[in-house]
T-cell receptor
Framework: EAEVAQSPRYKITEKSQAVAFWCDPI?????LYWYRQILGQGPELLVQ????????DSQLPKDRFSAERLKGVDSTLKIQPAELGDSAMYLC????????????FGPGTRLTVL | AQSVTQPDIHITVSEGASLELRCNYS??????LFWYVQSPGQGLQLLLK??????LVQGIKGFEAEFKRSQSSFNLRKPSVHWSDAAEYFC???????????FGPGTRLSVLP
């Protein structure tokens, strides 16, 4: 069964350092999403890609966060510099044009900023 | 803009008892509705979804949910809970393809032996 892949699964970093997360969506899925989930809360959308184009990044803190999906396949989310408040689970999801917006989630990257 | 509320932050039930998790949504058109489950430290797994048609939908692991337009609700039910059902449950509402989801805050389910 096809799955969304994410790496690393866990990341510990010190504040002011740079971190990067990688996501490989299910093959053929045109839409890719990055979510941030703070402990005890629901996921919140950071950025949404349609192929290689950003369609929604209204909630992305652009002073420190960046995301790219250069070839419309895998994607990288970067934080520079990391802050204590960035500690969270970062989830990647993808969806297909053939499905009614059903999103398939990866296992997530747990980030801890010290 | 769509929104989702899950009134119960934490629910505890005994193994074998029935379960109902509440979800209320706000959306101007016919919504696409979803229930996801998340085990600690894991990603989200889809339990079931509603797009149209029969308002009672069946999902995996013995779960079902009923869409009630008049009440703007999409409650999740299970007739007999198993210890392995202990997890966080999220209701989500989406619009057309390509539009983002909005997740509820989640309900944490604990199961007593």
């Amino acid at each position: 069964e096809a799955e969304v892949a994410q790496s690393p699964r866990y990341k510990i970093t010190e504040k002011s350092q740079a971190v990067a997360f990688w996501c490989d969506p299910i093959s053929g899925h045109a839409t890719l999403y990055w979510y941030r989930q703070i402990l005890g809360q629901g996921p919140e959308l950071l950025v949404q890609f349609q192929d290689e184009s950003v369609v929604d990044d209204s909630q992305l803190p652009k002073d420190r966060f960046s995301a790219e999906r250069l070839k419309g396949v895998d994607s990288t989310l970067k934080i520079q510099p990391a802050e204590l408040g960035d500690s969270a689970m970062y989830l990647c999801a993808s969806s297909s044009r053939d499905e009614y917006n059903e999103q398939f989630f990866g296992p997530g990257t747990r980030l801890t900023v010290l | 803009a769509q929104s989702v509320t899950q009134p119960d932050i934490h629910i505890t039930v005994s193994e074998g008892a029935s379960l109902e998790l509440r979800c209320n949504y706000s959306y101007g058109a016919t919504p696409y509705l979803f229930w996801y489950v998340q085990s600690p430290g894991q990603g989200l797994q889809l339990l079931l979804k509603y797009f149209s048609g029969d308002t009672l939908v069946q999902g995996i692991k013995g779960f079902e949910a009923e869409f009630k337009r008049s009440q703007s609700s999409f409650n999740l039910r299970k007739p007999s809970v198993h210890w392995s059902d202990a997890a966080e449950y999220f209701c989500a509402v989406g619009a057309n393809y390509g539009q983002n989801f909005v997740f509820g805050p989640g309900t944490r389910l604990s199961v007593l032996p």
